[in-house]
Structure formats: C-alpha cells, structure tokens
C-alpha cells in the first residue's frame, strides 16, 4: 500500500482513495475521509475485515483454534493493513497469507513454533481442492508393473516434509520442540477429488522423490538405489517392501500406474 505521507504528489481523487483503503484496513489507526460519516465507515470497514478473517478461520482452522480471540486478530490485522496482494481472487487469499508469513510477519514470542508449518499444512488441502491439474491417463497402463515399468506420479500428489507432526496439532498437542525424525506426508487427491493426507517414512517419502524426478528407470531400479543409499545388507528385501508401497500407492491413486512412453533405462 502506497504510504499516505507520498499522497501529496497524488491526484485528489487518488488521495481520498487511499485515505478510504487505509482507514477501511485499520480504522484505529487511520483517520476516516472526512465525507463520509462514522456509521458508514464503519460498516465498510467491518465488512471487508470480517469476510478476510472468516475466510482465514475456515482454511486455517487447527491455527485459529490453538490462538486466543487477542492473538489471532492481531495476525490477522497486521496481514490485512500491511500485506500486498499479488492476485484479487478471492480463492487464492489463503495463499496470499502463507506468502505474508513466510516472508513478512516479524515473529512474535507468543508465536507458536510450528505456526509457519502449521499454516504451510492446512493451505495444502484448499490448494488441492482448487488445483487445476487433472488425471490424464494418456500413455499410462493402469495396471502396469510397477517393479519392472517406470511408475507414473499423479499431478495431484505432493509429498510434503515437516520439522513438526503437524497432522497431530490440536488444542491438547503443541509441541515446543521437533522431534528427531522429521514428519513425512503425502497430499494428494483421489480419483473422486477428495483429498487426502497420508503418513510416510524416510524411505517412501525418497522413492516418492525419486519418481517424481524420475527419466526413465523402474521401479525396482528406484528401489535398489534406496538401498544402495541406506546402505541395507539385503537389497532385495528393500524391493520386496518397495513393490507393496508401489500397489498400495496404486490403489490410493497417488501413482496411476506405469508409463508406456518411457522405455525403461538399460
């Protein structure tokens, strides 16, 4: 927002616009325009603030339940006065808020620690939900084998990493501090479009890495490199368990099967 001190230079259409925005955003700190009455910008200024902090409490729902009435509209006000838009559309304002907490808002004490993370969690299902990526069988074989064929990602899986379990947080379970293992999850979207959250470990969360980077290699060669990398006495074993993954992976439509316009690597 254009600083109201550099308004002089402005037309005073101009100026009057940006005394309504500023005082619209934080009526307690910017005077009203003088033509127009208190009742009135009142009534703008409630209903523009109210629509942006209902729309943030409905995304951010585990966030808004772990902060008090005082801590959360004080969020949510510095957001409203001080962050700059790079889109008007209205789905994409939860992002727009990510965006002011990850590069904006000065971290307060009473900030929990996991908020940035937290908040990164639950922008995920709406942007999901809004995303528009589709299911595109094309040059895929749906029950292609997946050990000995090049596994296809679905465009609406994101494997996702955490510090914190922020699938866990609630009002009973705020941890202070990390865990040592660090939260690994898979968003994605079935073939219905509901979406889905599931929890992983280490080795899932890699092979996931792996066929999304993937140029040619199967799945059974992904697997071995897992286990070349953890260094597992008994490969094989690691491609056992790595082929069951891959079914239940399937079935979950987090992979939509092989792609047949890959040749596999060798």
């Not at 899932?204 to 070349?228: D, K, P, V």
């Amino acid at each position: 927002m254009t600083a109201l001190h550099d308004m002089d230079k402005q037309p005073e259409f101009m100026r009057k616009q940006f005394e309504f925005a500023a005082c619209v955003r934080n009526p307690d700190k910017y005077a009203r325009p003088e033509e127009i009455e208190t009742r009135r910008m009142k009534v703008y200024a409630d209903l523009f603030y109210n629509n942006v902090e209902s729309f943030m409490a409905n995304t951010y729902r585990v966030l808004r339940a772990i902060m008090d009435d005082t801590q959360w509209h004080a969020l949510i006000r510095d957001y409203f006065e001080n962050h700059h838009a790079h889109t008007p559309l209205f789905p994409e304002m939860p992002r727009e808020f990510l965006r002011y907490l990850e590069d904006e808002r000065e971290p307060q004490e009473s900030d929990p620690p996991f908020m940035l993370e937290l908040a990164h969690y639950e922008w995920t299902e709406l942007a999901l939900t809004i995303s528009e990526e589709e299911f595109d069988d094309t040059g895929i074989d749906k029950q292609g084998d997946l050990l000995n064929g090049i596994p296809a990602l679905s465009p609406l899986a994101w494997p996702l990493s955490f510090a914190f379990p922020v699938h866990q947080i609630n009002e009973e379970n705020q941890p202070q501090q990390p865990p040592e293992t660090p939260t690994y999850l898979i968003a994605y979207c079935d073939r219905e479009f509901d979406v889905h959250f599931l929890e992983t470990n280490p080795v899932t969360a890699r092979l996931i890495q792996l066929i999304s980077e993937n140029s040619g290699h199967t799945g059974q060669e992904l697997l071995a490199q897992i286990a070349e990398e953890i260094g597992h006495p008994q490969p094989e074993v690691v491609i056992r368990g790595g082929g069951d993954i891959l079914d239940d992976l399937r079935k979950r439509d987090v992979i939509l099967g092989t792609n047949i316009q890959i040749q596999p690597s060798g």
